[in-house]
């Protein structure tokens, strides 16, 4: 009915755009309003939009004429609805409290003609003259006040305590705390001078001054710092005078970037050494050489000093290299019973390779052999039974329970690895929450109204289909989840009792009354045991396992599709067809954003083609209508009714 409303006064929007009262007036006075009710028993008479008469209102070729016990209206020239009348609206308007006309305006307090002046009592302007309670003017040359004001480039103020200030901006300034004239300034502090200068070629305070480039800071009275920038600097930490530089406090000195020396560390060039308690422990000639009481280099050659053989180093890289049990000749490397000729075979242990072709490991239980790198190979571990295996991977391999034929097929049941994915068709297992329960997860988390237990998903064509299962853990219906989601966070914020004895014992009573608001019998847990034994008692008595299957076609673009708990809901070509369905009572169709639809409530059945055809099915009861409303006919129980251009029938 609302549809046809709408189409139905399209034609006369140009007429009531113009005013909210007009509007609400020309719908009120017409048979489409639900305060006027046309039927055969009432004298009335409708003719709409040519003429109509019914109830002490009407209309003459709707909406240009129109009257009621509230007024009349002659559109566009004069409108009369209760207190509200306006002339060639929106030229003008008015009630018995504001209006307008024209550019002018009037309400209670103020009135005006936009933008040559303005009344009121907050205030007005005239043009460029403007007053407030508090100041007038005219912008943007003058401003006078209480407080202050300008004219022109003169300005001044009052301030607090009867103090002023006044000045000619920007050359002269007279405040309590500072004073400008010209290029000279001054600073003051409870009326003596703090500081003094000329812009900017000199500056003089207590501690800090400056003639041009020269510049000196004091301490106590003392000179501490001076220098001329940025040539010159001298300071009891660091001093500069162009390349050179010093420290007093250190003795370090230098001239940078070519020499540098201080009591631990020398350069001078590319020479360097370093000191300790005095004595030289280090030095070398950058990047060439270094020299040091256990590691040195020359070159390519490397040696270190010790105390025993077997600490001392020697070698001469790449070719030789001898430290501790470690021997290096050419690409012949050993060690104790460990030997190998780099990059092409090597025995380590229990494991040996020659590369590419032959790869072997055997510890114990554990046995992993390959043979031509992806030829093929087999492998054991101890932490599951069965072999595993490969052959010119990746066409075929096998990984624990996992199996692949790629490109043809893939199923990996192996949360975090498996066999290659195949691009046609592969089937993956995962454990999302790492055996969480759901209090558990909310615990670590912070938060949540559910956990993922384990999902499958297929899919084809990587892109083109998939198909998930997932397995979650949730509150049962009955149960209290506010409370429940609300305990395990507290559990987790528990403050320290030795720093909070106070906090502690808040955070104790809470968790002990949201403990028996859900009966969980026993003392608040806090330790990881007891509290990891009281999410097992909750997840048992309070949580339930759902299954979630959904679907998707293009990433969903073609077809999307979610089913919980006997509720579905799909979607195809981007939702232009959308079908849900929710308990076994509710059901519903969308074609094309709701051109077709098919909607099932409570047995009532109801199908319709917007905006001309609506038609509606239940247990004794059936309706159509067309052109939203304006031909209905609809029976229920034995009574019929209906309407004929809006004009009301029969029992219904």
């Not at 001054?186 to 400056?210: D, I, M, Q, Y």
């Amino acid at each position: 009915m609302q549809v046809f409303r709408i189409l139905a006064v399209a034609g006369a929007v140009a007429l009531l755009a113009g005013g909210c009262v007009s509007s609400k007036r020309a719908m009120r006075v017409s048979p489409l309003a639900k305060e006027v009710e046309v039927s055969f028993d009432q004298e009335a008479v409708n003719l709409w939009p040519f003429y109509f008469n019914a109830g002490g209102s009407g209309a003459i070729l709707w909406p240009l004429a129109d009257f009621d016990a509230q007024g009349f209206a002659v559109r566009p020239f004069y409108v009369q609805d209760g207190r509200e009348r306006s002339v060639l609206f929106p030229l003008s308007a008015w009630n018995d409290r504001s209006g307008w006309a024209l550019n002018g305006y009037w309400t209670e307090r103020n009135f005006g003609m936009w933008p040559l002046f303005h009344h009121g009592p907050g205030g007005g302007y005239c043009l460029l003259g403007w007053r407030s309670p508090e100041s007038w003017g005219v912008f943007p040359l003058a401003r006078f006040g209480a407080r202050g004001g300008y004219a022109g480039p003169v300005w001044w103020k009052s301030g607090e305590n009867g103090a002023r200030a006044y000045g000619v901006f920007p050359v002269w300034c007279h405040t309590p705390d500072f004073r400008m004239a010209g290029l000279f300034y001054r600073n003051l502090k409870e009326g003596a001078t703090e500081s003094w200068g000329v812009f900017p070629l000199l500056h003089s305070s207590e501690e800090w001054n400056h003639i041009g480039p020269a510049w000196w800071e004091r301490d106590g009275g003392k000179l501490d710092k001076w220098g001329v920038f940025p040539l010159l600097w001298v300071k009891p930490e660091l001093s500069l005078a162009g390349p050179v530089w010093w420290s007093s406090k250190t003795g370090s000195w230098g001239v940078f970037p070519l020499a540098w020396l201080t009591s631990d560390f020398s350069l001078a060039g590319p020479v360097y050494w370093s000191r300790e308690n005095g004595e030289t422990v280090s030095g070398g000639l950058f990047p060439l050489a270094y020299l040091s009481k256990e590691w040195n280099y020359a070159g390519p050659m490397i040696w270190r000093y010790g105390d025993d053989r077997r600490s001392r180093a020697f070698g001469v890289l790449p070719l030789c290299w001898r430290y501790q049990d470690f021997r290096l000749v050419g690409p012949v490397w050993w060690e104790k019973s460990d030997w190998g000729v780099l990059p092409l075979f090597w025995k380590v242990g229990d494991e040996n390779m020659l590369f590419p072709f032959y790869y072997y490991w055997h510890n114990g239980e554990n046995f992993k052999f390959n043979l031509l790198g992806p030829v093929g190979g087999v492998k054991r571990r101890s932490s599951r039974p069965g072999w595993d295996w490969h052959f010119l991977w990746p066409l075929l391999e096998k990984d624990g329970d996992s199996f692949g034929v790629w490109p043809l097929f893939s199923d990996n049941r192996r949360p975090g690895g498996g066999v290659l994915p195949s691009p046609l068709f592969s089937r993956r297992e995962e454990r999302r929450c790492g055996g969480y329960t759901l209090p558990e997860h909310i615990y670590r988390r912070g938060g949540g109204s559910e956990v993922e237990l384990e999902s499958v998903k297929y899919t084809a064509g990587m892109l083109l289909g998939s198909r998930s299962t997932t397995r979650v853990q949730v509150w049962k219906d009955e149960a209290d989840r506010e409370t429940l989601e609300k305990l395990p966070v507290l559990l987790r914020e528990q403050p320290d009792g030795k720093k909070d004895a106070g906090a502690y014992e808040t955070w104790k009573q809470e968790a002990a009354a949201l403990l028996e608001k859900l009966r969980l019998e026993g003392p608040v847990p806090e330790d990881w045991k007891a509290r990891q034994a009281l999410f097992q008692e909750m997840a048992r008595r309070f949580c339930t396992e759902r299954e979630r299957v959904e679907g998707k076609a293009l990433l969903g673009l073609l077809w999307n599709y979610s089913r919980q708990e006997g509720e579905f809901e799909s979607r195809w070509l981007l939702g232009l067809i959308a079908r849900d369905r929710g308990d076994e009572n509710i059901r519903d169709l969308n074609v094309l954003g709701g051109l077709y639809r098919e909607r099932s409530r409570d047995g009532l059945t109801e199908y319709s083609i917007f905006p001309f055809i609506s038609r509606l099915e239940g247990p004794g009861r059936s309706r159509w209508s067309f052109c939203a409303g304006m031909f209905r006919h609809e029976t229920d129980g034995g009574r019929s009714g209906g309407a004929v251009f809006f004009i009301p029938y029969g029992d219904l």
